[in-house]
């Protein structure tokens, strides 16, 4: 059974740092790309970056860009998240996803496992 | 950037009638659109892929149409347990990906 749990997630202050992790388990980690993809009450959904099997590869929305890195440790299963001058607006609820990979169209088109998501807070 | 529009945003309906949920897209996605469900607590869950084809799991009452910048899901016989929030998302541009904004479905 595909399994993603996040952690990580908690209170900070407008400015600060934190750091989210996700451990994948039940299938083969190295063979998908990931995301994460957050839920705020204002915006609902938004997709925010990926990377590739081996990390070679990654994307960010513009909204993250410079401020989020995502990586992944694939000796361990796990996907990151390192999200610095944080601010009111990332307050959410983020998951980790598994890339779709579509063996027809050779395209990753959706995300078809997310964990249960850990919900991060910006305030003062 | 692509913009999804979902309506209508919120749907009540008595179980066993049809729930028909709209996404239009700000200009042709192909057939990459996807449909999720996301009930309260929980994470999203993938029930259509390619515009029309079922995940694994999803329920055959459920069902997607369309291509290029309308879009359907269909719940054929609406039951309690699909109460949720549904969201369309297309990644036609690699690697961007955009979310609609959600139609919540309730039962009367």
């Known amino acids: 059974e595909v399994q993603l749990v996040e952690s990580g997630g908690g209170l900070v202050q407008p400015g600060g740092s934190l750091r989210l992790s996700c451990a994948a388990s039940?299938?083969?980690?190295?063979?998908?790309?990931m995301s994460w993809v957050r839920r705020t009450p204002g915006k609902g959904l938004e997709w925010l970056a990926n990377i590739k099997q081996d990390g070679s590869e990654k994307y960010y929305v513009d909204s993250v860009r410079g401020r989020f890195t995502i990586s992944r440790d694939n000796a361990k299963n796990s996907l990151y998240l390192q999200m610095n001058s944080l601010r009111a607006e990332d307050t959410a609820v983020y998951y980790c996803?598994?890339?779709?990979?579509?063996?027809?169209?050779?395209?990753?088109?959706?995300?078809?496992?997310w964990g249960p998501g850990t919900l991060v807070t910006v305030s003062s | 950037e692509i913009v999804l529009t979902q309506s209508p945003a919120t749907l009540s309906l008595s179980p066993g009638e049809r729930a028909t949920l709209s996404c239009r897209a700000s200009q042709s996605v192909s057939s990459y659109l996807a449909w999720y469900q996301q009930k309260p607590g929980q994470a999203p869950r993938l029930l259509i892929y390619g515009a029309s084809n079922g995940a694994s799991g999803t329920p055959a009452r459920f069902s997607g149409s369309g291509s290029g910048t309308d879009f359907t899901l269909t719940i054929n016989s609406l039951e309690p347990e699909d109460v949720a929030v549904y969201y369309c998302q297309q990644r036609s541009i690699w690697p961007r990906v955009t979310f609609g904004p959600g139609t919540k479905v309730e039962i009367k």
């Open positions: 996803a598994r890339d779709r990979y579509d063996i027809l169209t050779g395209y990753n088109d959706a995300f078809d496992h």
């Open positions: 039940g299938f083969t980690f190295t063979t998908y790309w």
